[in-house]
């Protein structure tokens, strides 16, 4: 019973919003181009972005109090348009209808999508524009596919200011929708260039999220690339904030102009009320929310070498036992510190080139995994038009992204960025320096791990033989695992190594 009760709530509700719209202006039921549910700061701004490139929204909130707040102050004056319900809501938008979900991931997306299915008709699309795992959006694909519905899953780049000017959009799903969300999409993303939009089709499934995950975990990379180069500028050159802030702003005129290096120029800069810099008084304690971690379990799972990210990663987790490192501080020693003897611009320059050349090493392996995905789920994915993507509207956008999407138009089929002649040469342009930096930061005892791990993996990348000859033989020694020869890979032998082994060969477990 009160179930119908607020059932018929609802209608009355949806009626007398209707008669009310119909007094007030003589427009048709369906006036509105898409909805977007979800009104918090990022919902309000993708409302306001779509507003203002002519798209008429319907906003929906389950407060349906933040509706009408939303439509008496940030939307006031818009061509925006509330609803009271979810049925007010679809029985005002065009068809094919346009429902994009902002809610928080995990059950509330569900919850939503069950909710409209009975609303919706079919070809009508539902979008989720929230962080959600990459799994749920394929999941969520696959059933309403059974419903005849359209179902996209787009990463949203870019922060509260992004979607509101311009954010950088990775929308991936059924590619049916493609065409009906196309030109809302690329009016509202970021642009670059000569007006290119950072918004391109990805690929299936949960394509668009994946993506937006990797790009997750690169932007991790790419700040504890710079926390180093600070630790070094800092530490072994024993440079004040204002000088260090200058270097960053001097680089950001170079091949490493981005927006991460530009807001490290600024918070280098920045003072307190006091007339101190504040940097050096925040807690050295680093904090995530998990999406590069996720990314790392990703590169785990499918066996790429995504090794950079991961240690970004782990250098957070580090960071953060603060305590303990305090206590640890007093009792474990670091190498004798002698003064930094050398050239100081040239090791400045040193520094640039380290960074540089360990930022192609994470992009190149962000791009591994990206096609080990790809092929781990059948998703035909445009690597170019990811960089492209990536250019602007995000955290990780950079000058350097056109360089890659560049690499990848030349060559669709490029196996790892690495071999694109240009980023072949800027590595090698990098080398020594890059060898330079690690090996004096170890020796003054700075903890560099992605600049050691990008090193690390450059030189295993360009090996041609590695000691893994060793490891199989050891594997086959102690456990029959059996290894192939070099002079005929494909087939798999095992060594009697001790004179008692048995002759059969290991299948019940992998070590
Ligand atoms: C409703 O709006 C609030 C912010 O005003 C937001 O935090 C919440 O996620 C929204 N929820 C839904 C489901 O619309
Ligand atoms: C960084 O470079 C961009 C242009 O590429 C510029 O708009 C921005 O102001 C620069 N930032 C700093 C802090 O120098
Ligand atoms: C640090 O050392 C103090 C004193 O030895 C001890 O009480 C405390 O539990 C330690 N903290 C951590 C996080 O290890
Ligand atoms: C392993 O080698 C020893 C000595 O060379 C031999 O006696 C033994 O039979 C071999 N074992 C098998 C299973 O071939």
């Not at 509330?108 to 070809?123: E, M, T, Y």
């Not at 999941?139 to 419903?147: I, N």
């Not at 199989?472 to 004179?499: C, M, V």
Request: with cysteine.
């Amino acid at each position: 019973m009160r179930k119908f009760s607020s059932d018929g709530v609802a209608v009355v509700k949806t009626l007398f919003a209707s008669v009310v719209l119909r007094r007030n202006q003589p427009l048709t039921m369906a006036q509105a181009d898409i909805a977007l549910i979800g009104l918090a700061v990022m919902g309000q701004n993708l409302i306001l972005n779509m507003n203002d490139h002519g798209f008429v929204v319907c906003a929906f909130n389950r407060t349906v109090s933040k509706v009408h707040d939303f439509l008496n102050n940030e939307a006031k004056g818009t061509k925006v348009i509330g609803a009271e319900s979810l049925e007010d809501m679809v029985s005002k938008l065009k068809k094919p209808r346009r429902i994009i979900l902002l809610v928080k991931a995990g059950q509330a997306v569900d919850d939503f999508i069950d909710k409209l299915v009975p609303l919706l008709d079919s070809g009508d699309i539902i979008i989720d524009g929230g962080n959600s795992e990459y799994r749920d959006t394929t999941r969520r694909c696959k059933s309403l596919q059974e419903k005849k519905l359209l179902f996209v899953g787009s990463g949203v780049s870019g922060g509260e200011e992004g979607a509101r000017y311009g954010p950088s959009l990775m929308p991936g799903g059924h590619k049916e929708a493609w065409p009906h969300i196309k030109d809302i999409f690329q009016s509202i993303a970021a642009k670059v260039g000569t007006g290119e939009p950072c918004c391109d089709w990805v690929g299936d499934e949960g394509a668009g999220h994946f993506v937006k995950m990797v790009h997750n975990g690169i932007e991790y990379g790419d700040m504890q690339l710079i926390c180093e180069a600070y630790h070094l500028m800092k530490d072994v050159l024993c440079m004040d904030h204002d000088e260090m802030a200058q270097v960053f702003e001097e680089w950001n005129k170079t091949e490493l102009d981005s927006f991460l290096i530009e807001i490290t120029a600024n918070i280098l800069k920045f003072k307190d009320a006091d007339g101190t810099h504040l940097l050096p008084k925040i807690r050295d304690s680093a904090g995530q929310k998990g999406t590069g971690k996720w990314t790392a379990i990703s590169a785990l799972e499918y066996g790429t070498p995504v090794t950079l990210i991961g240690e970004a990663v782990f250098a957070r987790c580090l960071s953060s036992l603060k305590e303990e490192r305090v206590n640890a501080s007093r009792s474990l020693a670091g190498p004798q510190r002698v003064k930094f003897s050398g050239n100081k611009a040239q090791f400045l320059e040193d520094i640039k080139k380290a960074l540089y050349a360990s930022k192609i090493i994470s992009y190149a392996q962000g791009f591994m995994l990206l096609r080990q995905a790809a092929l781990e789920f059948g998703w035909s994915l445009n690597y170019g038009a990811i960089a492209l993507m990536w250019r602007g509207g995000c955290i990780i956008r950079s000058v350097f992204l056109g360089k890659i999407k560049e690499a990848f138009d030349q060559n669709p089929e490029l196996q790892n960025l690495l071999l694109d002649d240009f980023f072949c040469k800027a590595v090698q342009d990098c080398q020594e320096s890059w060898r330079r930096v690690v090996s004096t930061g170890v020796q003054q005892g700075i903890p560099m791990p992605c600049f050691t791990t990008a090193l690390s993996f450059y030189d295993g990348y360009r090996h041609e033989m590695l000691p893994a000859n060793l490891l199989q033989a050891q594997r086959d020694y102690f456990g029959a695992h059996t290894y192939e020869l070099l002079s005929n890979p494909g087939k798999f032998i095992h060594t009697n190594w001790t004179g008692h082994g048995g002759k059969v060969s290991s299948s019940s477990y992998n070590a």
